[in-house]
């Protein structure tokens, strides 16, 4: 059974941090590109970062490159684990945040993923 299950959401004030996770198990994920998407309060789903299935390439929405850090642990043979390191956090980067998996980092940035989490919600709070 695939899983991605997201944690690290919660409440945080303006200019702090948080670190999301997504333990993702039930396919050989290593080969696979992720990455993460968010949805605000009556907006569409955006993408916010993605990596390759090495982790050497990585892209990033404008609105968070130089603040959020993605990256991948491979290491274990049947879960894998991606990240979302986030400072210097916004009240606008308040949203509940989805992980995504796909074939290639391409189809990951543009949303054509195989899987999807069901998200963990962060608020920032001015």
């Known amino acids: 059974q695939v899983q991605l299950v997201e944690s690290g959401g919660g409440l945080v004030q303006a200019g702090g941090s948080l670190r999301l996770s997504c333990a993702a198990s039930g396919r050989t994920f290593s080969s696979y590109a992720m990455g993460w998407f968010r949805q605000a309060p009556g907006k569409e789903r955006e993408f916010v970062a993605a990596?390759?299935?090495?982790?050497?390439?990585?892209?990033?929405?404008d609105s968070v490159k130089g603040r959020f850090t993605i990256s991948r642990d491979n290491t274990k043979n049947t879960e894998y684990t991606q990240y979302l390191q986030m400072n210097s956090l916004k009240p606008e980067d308040t949203a509940v945040y989805y992980c995504?998996?796909?074939?290639?980092?391409?189809?990951?940035?543009?949303?054509?993923?195989?899987?999807w989490g069901k998200g963990t919600l962060v608020t920032v709070s001015s």
């Open positions: 995504a998996a796909g074939i290639t980092i391409v189809r990951v940035r543009a949303a054509a993923t195989d899987y």
């Open positions: 990596i390759s299935s090495s982790g050497g390439t990585t892209y990033y929405a």
